[in-house]
């Protein structure tokens, strides 16, 4: 499939099957010796309506569809953040049920948060300890984890 290819971000989808990308791009302005960021805004044609605003897409230009309307959605490379009623009811309801106020929920929390980032340390620490192994067997006569790269 031939054609331009733009990566850009939604910016409307309030028309069935359509959706407004916005796509920056940085043009040179010689008079000040700067650059520039400007925004092109695309209409491109989303078959099953996946597309939500604030989505990264990946565009492709394709046979024009209508007027306006010259390209395709062919992926979706990043899926905005989007509020969920469920999700958000669950989180009620395990904060009602914990009976903690905001704060003592939120030190909870940061407790939790801690104690697996202290797990992932320890993790990545033997994770270290195995390449450095690995690359002391590789290189026997000497010591240096870099040996392979001097070479």
């Not at 007027?67 to 009620?92: E, M, N, P």
Request: aromatic share 8%; proline share 1%; charged share 25%.
């Amino acid at each position: 499939m031939g054609g331009y290819q733009f990566v850009g971000k939604v910016v409307s989808n309030r028309m069935n099957k359509s959706v407004v990308v916005a796509v920056s791009y940085v043009v040179w302005i010689p008079k000040y010796k700067v650059y520039e960021r400007r925004y092109a805004r695309h209409m491109a044609h989303d078959e099953g309506n996946s597309c939500v605003i604030g989505d990264i897409v990946r565009i492709q230009q394709s046979q024009k569809m209508s007027r306006h309307k010259t390209y395709v959605v062919t992926s979706t490379l990043k899926q905005a953040d989007v509020y969920d009623a469920k999700a958000a009811a669950v989180l009620l309801k395990e904060r009602a049920s914990n009976k903690l106020s905001g704060v003592q929920y939120a030190e909870k929390r940061l407790s939790d948060i801690q104690e697996r980032l202290l797990k992932l340390r320890e993790m990545y620490q033997k994770e270290l300890l195995l390449n450095s192994k690995s690359a002391k067997q590789a290189s026997p006569l000497t010591g240096d984890l870099f040996a392979e790269s001097m070479d």
